[in-house]
């Protein structure tokens, strides 16, 4: 078990700057965006919808490097935020069923889904990666772990 001795978030300045918790989210949302966003666009183009006359396997090649770079942001801009109230999350059903989705959505991008181009893998793929946004936003509307 966490000591709460060992953490006070009354310091953290994600608590103690007016405006850096919303900062903080609004980049989280921003690259969250660009990675689920570009997985989505070979998704669809598995699926046989959106961008005409391109290939999965080209979109996946020419969306890499902005899917990785959205992936290490969000997950970054993820810790700072868990790091302003972190009993919450940790208790929190919601935040822990998106954490499970993102790793399995993570291990699936990099594994499957570069591997086997199908209508069945894009579908799979789209619904971890919308799984992950509405367990986002059922723990932001929501009392979170209390």
């Not at 919808?49 to 090649?61: E, F």
Request: hydrophobic share 50%.
């Amino acid at each position: 078990m966490i000591q709460t001795s060992l953490y006070d978030t009354a310091n953290n300045p994600l608590n103690t700057i007016e405006w850096a918790f919303a900062a903080t989210e609004c980049v989280h949302i921003a690259s969250m965006a660009l990675s689920v966003g570009t997985i989505a666009m070979v998704d669809f183009a598995m699926l046989g919808v959106g961008l005409r006359g391109q290939s999965p396997a080209k979109l996946l090649r020419e969306t890499e490097l902005l899917t990785g770079v959205g992936l290490v942001i969000v997950i970054s801009s993820g810790m700072a935020l868990f790091s302003t109230d972190p009993f919450r999350y940790y208790y929190s059903p919601d935040f822990r069923l998106k954490m499970l989705l993102l790793l399995v959505g993570c291990v699936y991008n990099y594994t499957i889904h570069r591997r086997v181009m199908s209508k069945l893998v894009g579908a799979i793929s789209l619904a971890i990666w919308i799984a992950v946004v509405f367990c986002g936003l059922f723990f932001g509307f929501t009392a979170g772990g209390y």
